[in-house]
C-alpha cells in the first residue's frame, strides 16, 4: 500500500460483503422467477425451477446471517447523526455534487447509513416473511391469514431492498474510485479528502 492509499475495508469485511452480495444476486432472480413466470427463464441461475425452489429459502438464511456479520463489523460506523440528517436534507447538493456546501461526511454518508438500516430493516421482515411462508416445513404451523399476510410483505419488502440495492450499485459507479474499496479494500487519500473528509481527519488522529 503506497502513502497515497488508505485501506477502507479489510478482508474480513469484503469477504462478507461479497457473499452477502453474491446471495442477494442468487436470491433476486430465484425470488422473481417465483413471483411470476416472465421471469421464470432466471431459475436457469440455479439449476432450474425445482432447485431453485428449494434453494431460495435456504440462501436467504445464509444471506442474513452474513448480513448480521456486516452488521457487527459497521454498525458503529453507520450511526445516523444530526449531521446525516443535515446531509439529507440537502439532497439536491449531493445529486449537484456540490460536496463543498454539504456537512463533513465521515466514514460512511447520510444516503449511505440510511440504505444501511433500511436494508437490515427488510431483511429482518424478509426473514420473519419468509419462514411464515416456507412450505413444507413452517407454512403449516401458522394460520391461514399470517401465510398470506406474509406472502405480501415477503414480495413488497423483495421489492424495495432490491430497488434500494440499485441505488447502492448505482452510487458505488457513479462516485468513482468507489468500487476498488470493495475489491481491493484501498481508495485514494484524495478520494477520501473529496468524499469523507471527517473520515480521513479521524484517521489521521489516529484515533479509529
Ligand atoms: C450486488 C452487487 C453489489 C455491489 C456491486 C456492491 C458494491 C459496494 C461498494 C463498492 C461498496 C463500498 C462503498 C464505499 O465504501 O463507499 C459497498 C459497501 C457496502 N455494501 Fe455493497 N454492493 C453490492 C451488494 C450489496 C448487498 C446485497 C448488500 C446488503 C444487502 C450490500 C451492503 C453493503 C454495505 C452494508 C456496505 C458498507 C457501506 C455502508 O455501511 O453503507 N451490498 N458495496
Not at 114 to 135: D, E, H, R
Given at each position: 500500500m503506497s502513502a497515497d492509499t488508505?485501506?477502507?475495508?479489510?478482508?474480513?469485511?469484503?469477504?462478507?460483503?461479497?457473499v452477502v452480495a453474491i446471495c442477494f444476486i442468487l436470491l433476486a432472480a430465484s425470488g422473481?422467477?417465483?413471483?411470476?413466470p416472465a421471469f421464470f427463464f432466471l431459475n436457469n441461475l440455479l439449476g432450474g425451477g425445482t432447485w431453485a425452489r428449494i434453494?431460495?429459502?435456504?440462501?436467504?438464511?445464509?444471506?442474513?446471517?452474513?448480513?448480521?456479520?456486516?452488521?457487527?463489523?459497521?454498525?458503529?460506523d453507520n450511526r445516523i447523526t444530526a449531521a446525516d440528517r443535515q446531509w439529507m436534507r440537502q439532497y439536491r447538493d449531493v445529486l449537484a455534487n456540490r460536496e463543498d456546501r454539504l456537512p463533513e461526511?465521515?466514514?460512511?454518508?447520510?444516503?449511505?447509513?440510511?440504505?444501511?438500516?433500511?436494508?437490515?430493516?427488510?431483511?429482518?421482515?424478509?426473514?420473519?416473511?419468509?419462514?411464515?411462508?416456507?412450505?413444507?416445513?413452517f407454512a403449516p404451523?401458522?394460520?391461514?391469514?399470517?401465510?398470506?399476510?406474509?406472502?405480501?410483505?415477503?414480495?413488497v419488502s423483495a421489492f424495495l431492498l432490491?430497488?434500494?440495492?440499485?441505488?447502492?450499485?448505482?452510487?458505488?459507479?457513479?462516485?468513482?474510485g468507489s468500487v476498488r474499496a470493495m475489491t481491493r479494500g484501498t481508495v485514494s487519500a484524495p478520494w477520501v479528502q473529496?468524499?469523507?473528509?471527517?473520515?480521513?481527519?479521524?484517521i489521521k488522529g489516529g484515533n479509529k
Open positions: 488508505i485501506q477502507r475495508y479489510s478482508t474480513q469485511e469484503r469477504l462478507n460483503h461479497w422473481l422467477a417465483l413471483f411470476h434453494l431460495h429459502p435456504f440462501i436467504g438464511v445464509v444471506m442474513f446471517v452474513s448480513f448480521l456479520g456486516l452488521m457487527a463489523r459497521l454498525r458503529a461526511v465521515g466514514r460512511f454518508n447520510g444516503g449511505q447509513k440510511y440504505l444501511f438500516w433500511l436494508m437490515a430493516a427488510l431483511l429482518l421482515l424478509l426473514l420473519v416473511s419468509g419462514v411464515l411462508v416456507w412450505q413444507p416445513w404451523y401458522f394460520p391461514v391469514w399470517a401465510v398470506r399476510l406474509a406472502a405480501v410483505v415477503h414480495a432490491i430497488a434500494g440495492l440499485i441505488v447502492h450499485i448505482y452510487a458505488a459507479l457513479w462516485v468513482k473529496k468524499h469523507h473528509p471527517a473520515w480521513l481527519r479521524q
